[in-house]
Nanobody, 122 residues
Framework: QVQLVESGGGLVQAGGSLRLSCAAS????????IHWFRQAPGKERDFVAG????????YYADSVKGRFIVSRDNAKNTVYLQMNSLKREDTAVYYC???????????????WGEGTLVTVSS
């Protein structure tokens, strides 16, 4: 069973950048499609980005397209979310999640991390 741990969150000024990491334990990491979600205070959890097992297919929410980049290094059992041109509305707890069967916003997530907080100040 894969376990996921997010890191890299913190406080950043609007316009700045952060890189989140999702580190996984377990030998089967490369068999999972990995996704990023976020949940702002008082709001539902929303899809942010997803990447296929090999990294060849990626999906992004419209709100982050062109600003965020998802990538993975299967040798390091890690998925990254590079976040650029951050806005105040990007403030949220960011979660990574693993799906075995498919990739994208409609995939069924089977494993979730605990989340990392990103705060964007003006």
């Amino acid at each position: 069973q894969v376990q996921l741990v997010e890191s890299g969150g913190g406080l950043v000024q609007a316009g700045g950048s952060l890189r989140l990491s999702c580190a996984a334990s377990g030998r089967t990491f490369s068999t999972y499609n990995i996704h990023w979600f976020r949940q702002a205070p008082g709001k539902e959890r929303d899809f942010v980005a997803g990447i296929s097992r090999s990294g060849g297919i990626t999906y992004y929410a419209d709100s982050v397209k062109g600003r965020f980049i998802v990538s993975r290094d299967n040798a390091k059992n890690t998925v990254y979310l590079q976040m650029n041109s951050l806005k105040r509305e990007d403030t949220a707890v960011y979660y990574c999640a693993a799906a075995f069967s498919s990739v994208g916003p409609g995939a069924r997530m089977e494993i979730w991390g605990e989340g990392t907080l990103v705060t964007v100040s003006s």
